[in-house]
């Protein structure tokens, strides 16, 4: 029997945890997003439409732009102005395509006030300038009277924006500039004294963070510049083997592989314990906030595709990592702001697929809508925990909508047995608002464009009550989301 209870000390499951990602890689801007306002497919100031309604149903609440190591190349100023203004570059990282430059900085802007989202723009550090990056900020939030201002107002955009996120930098490490951790610590303090507050735009400046299990980059960033920082990245990526020589396939895998997957995925827990560790040794306050701006799956590229470009199916399996992240980050609310999935439409874990016309909804994008009743929900504390069935996992909050309702998610990942998990509520149950499941006959069950709608969310009938007791009969390889509305 787990307990769920309410703990003053227990922090609120900050929205952005749910974030998303999107580079300039494949055809996650151009195609994904991007069509232009003539083309055929429906659009609005260039934006396809399908894929904002779809997003906004799963409340996207920040994108994180232009890159990715394309960030690190990027000069935002070949991306402003008339059309035939814009400079195209080689996109040397992802398949050396050209990329024509024509999605900048006021499209990105459009893209966030479609979305309802807020911005995180990752600055250039591996190739650019000091003056380049501050040069951006200005253009983008000071309001009038400097060179950079009067050139936004040129070029149509008289308010400025907001940016309450700047990256200064992205996997410094390596494709970043290939920096040891101290170089990156004294160019990071460099770069962050010129990313300047303007009006009443607040800029919470994260540094690049850690591959995976470097604690060496996260101690020398802590304690050569955590005063000089809000938050600190992490990236890590979720491979059925491990390794980046042979990732594994996004299709086609059996038991094994599945189970593999998982332990990966569960691995951010480690991840976070330790990073976190080291940060609360510098900073016992949690100040600085842990962003985990690049997470998720990642497997071989698929045949036939361009192996720069990153595509890959989706299937129940994503779905089971992208819950399972989901648990871990709430577990580690006190210190982690932000995550941002890698990446948002047609590129590694995608919500969304296109095919030209075509958009079709992945597994992992039903995962996003199955628990948006937690964002800035406050976390609620487990007891009993171990006692949970085996492969199967929990979480739970109270929401921030002022309803005071309840929220339990949960996983089944075991291939085999159905679990049944036993919680007791802060309260007696008056009703149930809510109670869905994303599960299919399959583990590797996927939504095609030809069978678009082979996996989905239902109505979960495996959710029994009695007084303050929740009992969930969870089938395998399933996700459930129960909202309850307490007496
Ligand atoms: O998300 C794809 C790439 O993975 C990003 O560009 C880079 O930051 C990471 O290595």
Same mark, same amino acid.
């Given at each position: ?30 195609e994904g ?8 497919i429906a ?5 396809r439409r399908d894929v904002i309604a779809a997003l ?24 402003? !102005? ?18 024509? &430059? ?20 990752? !600055? ?53 500039? &290939? ?65 980046? !020589? ?99 439409v047609n590129?590694?874990?995608?919500m969304l697929l296109t095919d030209g016309p075509r958009m079709i909804k992945t597994?992992?994008y ?81 939504n095609?464009f030809?069978?678009p ?35």
């Open positions: 029997m787990v307990t769920v209870a309410l703990s003053p000390s227990a922090p609120v499951i900050d929205r952005r945890i749910y974030g998303q990602f999107a580079e300039h890689l494949g055809r996650g801007i151009y997003l991007w069509v232009g306002a003539d083309s055929d659009n609005k100031n260039g934006i906004r149903d799963i409340k996207v609440p920040v994108v994180r732009w232009p890159g990715g190591c394309f960030a690190d190349e990027y000069h935002w100023m070949k991306g402003i !102005g008339a059309p035939d203004e814009r400079q195209a570059m080689v996109n040397t990282h992802w398949g050396g395509v050209v990329e024509p &430059n024509e999605f900048g900085t006021h499209e990105y802007f459009e893209l966030l006030d479609q979305l309802d989202a807020e911005a995180y723009i990752c !600055g250039n550090v591996g190739s650019g300038a000091v003056a380049e990056m501050a040069d951006w900020v200005e253009y983008m939030t000071l309001d009038a009277g400097s060179p950079m201002a009067e050139l936004r107002r040129r070029h149509g955009r008289e308010q400025p924006w907001r940016v309450p996120f700047f990256g200064v930098g992205n996997e410094n490490w390596g494709c970043g500039g &290939n920096m040891l951790p101290l170089h990156y610590a004294n160019l990071y303090r460099q770069f962050q004294t010129y990313v300047r507050n303007y009006g009443d735009n607040r800029i919470t400046k994260v540094a690049g963070g850690a591959n995976a299990g470097d604690y060496e980059w996260t101690e020398v960033l802590m304690a050569r510049a955590a005063g000089h920082m809000d938050g600190l990245s992490l990236h890590y990526y979720t491979l059925p083997t491990g390794d980046f !020589g042979v990732k594994g396939a996004a299709l086609g895998f059996g038991e094994a592989e599945w189970y593999a997957t998982i332990d990966h995925a569960r691995h951010m827990d480690t991840l976070l314990t330790r990073h976190g560790e080291v940060m609360d040794k510098h900073d016992p306050g949690r100040r600085v906030g842990l962003y985990v701006d690049e997470w998720g799956t990642w497997y071989d590229a698929a045949e036939g595709t361009n192996p720069g470009f990153l595509w890959q199916q989706n299937t129940m399996r994503d779905a089971m990592v992208a819950a399972l992240h989901f648990h871990i980050f709430h577990k580690h609310a006190a210190r982690v702001r932000m995550a941002n999935i890698a990446q948002m590129v590694l874990q995608a597994p992992t039903f995962a996003f809508q199955l628990y948006t009743d937690h964002h800035d929900a406050q976390l609620l504390e487990l007891g009993g925990a171990e006692e949970l069935p085996a492969h199967t996992d929990l979480t739970a909050s109270r929401a921030g909508d002022g309803s005071d309702d309840v929220t339990v998610s949960a996983v089944n990942y075991d291939l085999e047995r159905t679990a049944v998990v036993e919680v007791t509520l802060p309260g007696r149950v008056r009703e149930l608002v809510r109670a869905d499941i994303l599960a299919a006959d399959r583990f590797d069950a996927h095609t030809e069978a709608d082979a996996v989905g969310i239902s109505a979960f009938e495996g959710a029994d009550v009695a007084g303050d007791r929740l009992t969930l009969t969870l089938p395998p390889h399933s996700i459930v989301t129960v909202r309850s509305r307490l007496a």
